[in-house]
Antibody, heavy 121, light 107 residues
Framework: QVTLKESGPGILQPSHTLSLTCSFSGFSLSTYGMGVSWIRQPSGKGLEWLASIWWNGNTYNNPSLKSRLTVSKDTSNNQAFLKVTSVDTADTATYYC?????????????WGQGVMVTVSS | DIQMTQSPASLSASLGETVTIECLASEDIYSNLAWYQQKPGKSPQLLIYDASSLQDGVPSRFSGSESGTQYSLEINSLQSEDAATYFCQQHHDYPYTFGAGTKLELK
């Protein structure tokens, strides 16, 4: 059974760096074809894909956020991480991590419950 | 980026009715289209992938189809638990993009 759970600071100030952790079970990010993606959703709005990290260490970021995103993983502890630098109020959203697979199956079949992040001074 | 134009933004239907939600891709996405259901306060749940493949555990009243770059989600015999917001997502190319969502209300 695949499960994922996000954790993060809840609230942070503008210009700071947002650090999120996705703790998962039921799969390994060292297994061929496995991936974890990050998606966010401002309250009452749509979904935005942010980044993905794959079993082989490859990462892909949404260019709309330019170079503000960094994704990484700790395979031994079944965790993936997202860092967003220089946050502002537009980064206020619920952030989700989700399981995905390689080979054309780049949809999100399991999602975490989400963590709400507020950027405010 | 591939743009996904989803319609309608909202709709209201009665129990037992059939509704259709559509997504138009700005270019060919070769059937790499997923549909999600999201209820208030919950994370999205995958309904359909590859345009028409039903995710395990999803009721058969949900179905997906395509015609060119137009993709459709049909929900037959609406149940009260189908009240939710539905999103499409292209999983053909980076950056993955979503439709703006369709809020389905039950009369």
């Amino acid at each position: 059974q695949v499960t994922l759970k996000e954790s993060g600071p809840g609230i942070l100030q503008p210009s700071h760096t947002l650090s999120l952790t996705c703790s998962f079970s039921g799969f390994s990010l060292s297994t061929y074809g496995m991936g974890v993606s990050w998606i966010r959703q401002p309250s009452g709005k749509g979904l935005e894909w942010l980044a993905s990290i794959w079993w082989n260490g490859n990462t892909y970021n949404n260019p709309s956020l330019k170079s503000r995103l960094t994704v990484s993983k700790d395979t031994s502890n079944n965790q993936a991480f997202l860092k967003v630098t220089s946050v502002d109020t537009a980064d206020t959203a619920t952030y989700y991590c989700a399981h995905t697979r390689a080979g054309g199956a780049h949809y999100f079949d399991y999602w975490g419950q989400g963590v709400m992040v507020t950027v405010s001074s | 980026d591939i743009q996904m134009t989803q319609s309608p933004a909202s709709l209201s239907a009665s129990l037992g009715e059939t509704v259709t939600i559509e997504c138009l891709a700005s270019e060919d996405i070769y059937s790499n289209l997923a549909w999600y259901q999201q209820k208030p306060g919950k994370s999205p749940q995958l309904l359909i992938y590859d345009a028409s493949s039903l995710q395990d555990g999803v009721p058969s009243r949900f179905s997906g189809s395509e015609s060119g770059t137009q993709y459709s989600l049909e929900i037959n015999s609406l149940q009260s638990e189908d009240a939710a917001t539905y999103f499409c997502q292209q999983h053909h190319d980076y950056p993955y993009t979503f439709g703006a969502g369709t809020k389905l209300e039950l009369k």
